[in-house]
């Protein structure tokens, strides 16, 4: 099945401690026979309101292709990463290759 998954990571993490805790949630799908098909970051954004005591949040993108039980394992765990403030889960038909426009790790490299 094919998924998106939206992830907002606690805004007091430093940047290079977000990535890799996005990188490691990448590496557990891959490792469970999942593909990663692809990844967006979109920074370093304002919540609309207080989650966790934290007004800022990293925001990652991830569509993958993989069974429902192994996202429902991560699920789990992200549940209980107090720097995962929240996730959103979504099955979809077909993976858009092309950047959003909310992608920042795609602008940086020009």
């Given amino acids: 099945m094919l998924y998106e998954s939206v992830f907002i990571l606690s805004g007091q993490l430093s940047p290079k401690s977000a990535e890799t805790k996005f990188n490691s949630f990448t590496e557990k ?3 469970s026979g999942g593909k990663i098909l692809k ?3 979109w920074g370093l954004r304002s919540l609309a309101y ?14 993958s292709e993989c069974d429902a039980k192994v ?6 765990l992200v549940k209980q990463d107090d720097d995962f403030l929240r996730f959103f889960n979504l ?7 092309n950047p959003s426009q909310l992608d920042e ?3 940086e490299d020009k």
Wanted: charged share 35%; proline share 0%; no cysteine.
């Fill in 29 to 31: 799908i891959n490792k």
């Fill in 50 to 63: 207080k989650i966790k005591k934290n007004s800022k949040g990293y925001y990652y993108l991830i569509n």
């Fill in 71 to 76: 996202l429902n394992e991560l699920n789990n």
């Fill in 91 to 97: 099955k979809i038909k077909s993976v858009d290759k």
């Fill in 105 to 107: 790790s795609k602008a």
């Fill in 39 to 41: 990844t967006e970051s």
